[in-house]
């Protein structure tokens, strides 16, 4: 009768941005009570920083302090832009407090302590080179060359389960908008986006001969179509026996439930298998200028509750097809990674299925990864490395996330004060 119920309420979801009360009440009455039985928790402070000093645990109590405080941060902002435009020298100081924190190296080779370091208490590290705002045609080619080194470096090291890219790497993202919108390319631009498909299939043909499953990163919505298409033209490719390209799904948007369903139809159709990462989204603020500066409909979910419905639907409806679906939920949301861990429990599959991993970023929600790790489920954490100067927009990001984020800091800093007492016992 449980998993009846399930599916009903996978099946019944349409993906659209108001379901009906029944649905929402037949969801909650599955899962709510449930979620507290699961044999996971997230309050086991200490293997939740069983990888961190004392002075690594000082010096994230500090850090989460400082980025709480949104008026720091905005000042923070100014002043480190400034500071690296005028070049100051503070790169040693960066380097050793947020840097340290959230990215794991200047090159590759920087990297290796952190994959280590992780690999210990079975967490997968996720090569992601962190340089951003590139437009030239050279800058495009060294993204590409680094992202296949970022492969060669995880071929057979069980350390590194996954690559990742962003299209906006390989491409200008002019070009990405004007594929988007289905306008005519100039000859010139034709010539220019069949650079960038090249540079696509390259990367994850060189993961396919690897044996190394890539994501490609989600976008702006207005640039989205254009990679969802790249996507799908390299899963129909590589992903025939095993899956090694993953899209991502940013279930912020008020389609992509539906669009992962038809996504999974296309590749049962095409015969290959979906690579499904799932993620919320990471630029709500501006999606809905954009929409409302353009006059067009936001294709922003309109509440929170929203967004969470539909990526909670999104898991379960993973797992209802995991045989021919592979899912890696990146989420720093704990109510959907346990309600994943009870999905699996009720649906018998083992916890290292290679089929379904969890995923958080590095330097953040540790008490999420390294219980689910400890419990044997498959977990990797996104591993940004760059040159500090070209990671800044990265740290920023993450330092707005933390402060915007509601809970998250305040989350973190609590388990962190909880361990520092636990360790003075």
């Known amino acids: 009768m449980r998993q009846k ?18 649905s929402r009440s037949l969801f909650s009455l599955n899962f709510a009570y449930d979620l507290k039985n699961t044999m996971v928790s997230f309050d086991n402070t200490e293997i939740a920083f069983s990888g961190k000093t004392n002075s690594d645990l000082r010096r994230s109590y500090w850090l989460f302090k400082l980025i709480g405080n949104p008026a720091f941060v905005r000042m923070g902002k100014s002043l480190t832009t400034f500071a690296i435009k005028t070049h100051l020298p503070i790169k040693g100081i960066i380097k050793a407090t947020i840097f340290k924190q959230f ?14 370091s992780l690999g210990k208490f079975r967490i997968g590290t996720i090569l992601d080179y962190s340089v951003e705002g590139k437009e030239s045609e050279t800058d495009f080619d060294h993204c590409a060359t680094e992202t296949i080194a970022t492969i060669n470096r995880a071929k057979n090291d069980t350390n590194i389960p996954f690559c990742v890219f962003k299209v906006t790497g390989l491409a200008r993202f002019d070009l990405l908008e004007k594929v988007s919108a289905g306008k005519t390319l100039s000859s010139e631009e034709t010539t220019e986006f069949e650079r960038v498909k090249k540079r696509v299939e390259k990367i994850c043909t060189t993961a396919r001969d690897a044996g190394k499953p890539i994501f490609i990163d989600a976008e702006e919505s207005w640039i989205q179509q254009a990679i969802d298409d790249l996507a799908d033209a390299m899963m129909a490719l590589c992903n025939r026996e095993k899956a090694i390209v993953y899209n991502t799904f940013q279930l912020y948007r008020k389609d992509r439930l539906a669009f992962l369903k038809q996504s999974f139809e296309k590749a049962q159709a095409g015969n290959y298998l979906l690579g499904a990462k799932l993620v919320r989204g990471a630029y709500m603020e501006k999606e809905r200028e954009r929409a409302a500066a353009n006059n067009y409909p936001s294709p922003i979910q309109d509440t929170k509750e929203n967004s969470d419905r539909d990526y909670d639907l999104a898991l379960l409806y993973c797992i209802e097809h995991i045989e021919r679906l592979a899912v890696c939920a990146g989420s720093h949301n704990e109510s959907s990674s346990l309600l994943l861990v009870k999905c699996m429990q009720e649906k018998q599959i083992r916890n290292d299925h290679p089929h379904v991993f969890f995923s958080q970023l590095f330097g953040m929600s540790d ?30 990001r993450r330092a707005q996330e933390n402060t915007s984020v509601k809970g998250q800091t305040g989350r973190e800093l609590s388990l962190i004060i909880k361990e520092k007492k636990r360790r003075k016992n």
């Open 367 to 396: 008490h999420i990864s390294f219980n689910l790790s400890n419990a044997g489920y498959n977990v990797a954490k996104y591993v940004p490395y760059g040159p500090v100067r070209e990671v800044l927009p990265y740290l920023i």
């Open 103 to 116: 990215v794991g190296g200047e090159n590759i080779e920087e990297c290796s302590r952190t994959i280590e």
């Open 5 to 22: 119920r399930i599916s009903q309420t996978i099946n019944g979801a349409s993906g659209h941005t108001s379901p009906t009360s029944e």
